[in-house]
């Protein structure tokens, strides 16, 4: 707790004790902080960076068409729940969303697909946390190339997800 | 936390697979934008840079 401050755990923030202004995290989904913003996708909001959108949105294809669209969606339901955007996760099919919640056990999922999202769960609460036999697993999946894939998707839905949700807007 | 280098190639000696792949992708272009253009200062990226691989312990 903040010196001086009280705790709102209801909140979420830390208020001054004087009566002043809550702190806000985040704005609520739809409510994104860029007022220049056209509306509040994250289309329009990289479209205020165009060049950049294209070399960003260029990159990504490619790294997800390095891994394929189904492992790809299990793992942007999966980073959305960690990460609670929950307008994707509810905009998703609600089967993937199946699995991606309980993928340590359901039988739809393929030895590549549970190891590949123990690994992004693990990327995203805690990437100290991973250790040599999950990177040995899935260098017997995947070989070199693909685990550097696999870690690179990990890492753009760890970092884009958090961006589009700092920024409130929807998307992936 | 990895224990020893985690990519090797068949001889078993650690290879850097990460440039390998960024190598085939249209990562340098974004890479080489981020850096080169752009708004934002070139010391702010830098510090920017250096915190996040400061609390991600990044050898980088």
Redesign the interface.
Request: charged fraction near 20%; proline fraction near 4%.
């Given at each position: 707790m903040c010196a001086g401050h009280v705790w709102t755990p209801a909140r979420r923030s830390c208020s001054p004790a004087d009566g002043g202004r809550p702190i806000r995290y985040a704005p609520a989904m739809g409510e994104t902080w860029i007022n220049a913003a056209a509306d509040s996708s994250a289309e329009s909001l990289l479209a205020l960076?165009p060049?950049?959108a294209g070399?960003?949105e260029?990159?990504d294809s490619?790294?997800a068409a390095s891994i394929g669209p189904r492992l790809r969606t299990l793992l942007e339901i999966r980073a959305a729940q960690l990460l609670r955007n929950e307008g994707y996760v509810a905009s998703a099919d609600p089967e993937l969303v199946d699995q991606a919640t309980n993928w340590y056990s359901h039988a739809a999922l393929s030895d590549v697909e549970r190891t590949s999202i123990e690994v992004c769960e693990a990327f995203l609460i805690d990437?100290?946390?991973?250790t040599?036999d999950q990177?040995l697993r899935l260098?017997h999946l995947l070989g070199?190339?693909g685990?550097?894939?696999l870690l690179?998707n990990i890492a753009m839905l760890d970092g884009f997800t958090k961006f589009r949700r700092v920024f409130a807007v929807e998307g992936i | 936390?990895?224990?020893?280098p985690?990519?090797?190639?068949a001889e078993g000696k650690p290879?850097n697979?990460?440039a390998?792949?960024f190598s085939s992708?249209?990562?340098g272009?974004?890479y080489g934008?981020?850096w080169s253009?752009?708004l934002v200062e070139q010391s702010i990226k830098e510090v920017a840079r250096l915190r996040n691989a400061t609390i991600?312990?990044c050898g980088l």
């Amino acid at each position: 707790m903040c010196a001086g401050h009280v705790w709102t755990p209801a909140r979420r923030s830390c208020s001054p004790a004087d009566g002043g202004r809550p702190i806000r995290y985040a704005p609520a989904m739809g409510e994104t902080w860029i007022n220049a913003a056209a509306d509040s996708s994250a289309e329009s909001l990289l479209a205020l960076r165009p060049d950049l959108a294209g070399h960003l949105e260029a990159f990504d294809s490619h790294a997800a068409a390095s891994i394929g669209p189904r492992l790809r969606t299990l793992l942007e339901i999966r980073a959305a729940q960690l990460l609670r955007n929950e307008g994707y996760v509810a905009s998703a099919d609600p089967e993937l969303v199946d699995q991606a919640t309980n993928w340590y056990s359901h039988a739809a999922l393929s030895d590549v697909e549970r190891t590949s999202i123990e690994v992004c769960e693990a990327f995203l609460i805690d990437h100290h946390s991973i250790t040599d036999d999950q990177i040995l697993r899935l260098q017997h999946l995947l070989g070199e190339q693909g685990t550097v894939a696999l870690l690179m998707n990990i890492a753009m839905l760890d970092g884009f997800t958090k961006f589009r949700r700092v920024f409130a807007v929807e998307g992936i | 936390m990895s224990t020893s280098p985690r990519l090797r190639d068949a001889e078993g000696k650690p290879i850097n697979a990460v440039a390998e792949y960024f190598s085939s992708t249209p990562y340098g272009d974004l890479y080489g934008h981020f850096w080169s253009h752009g708004l934002v200062e070139q010391s702010i990226k830098e510090v920017a840079r250096l915190r996040n691989a400061t609390i991600t312990d990044c050898g980088l």
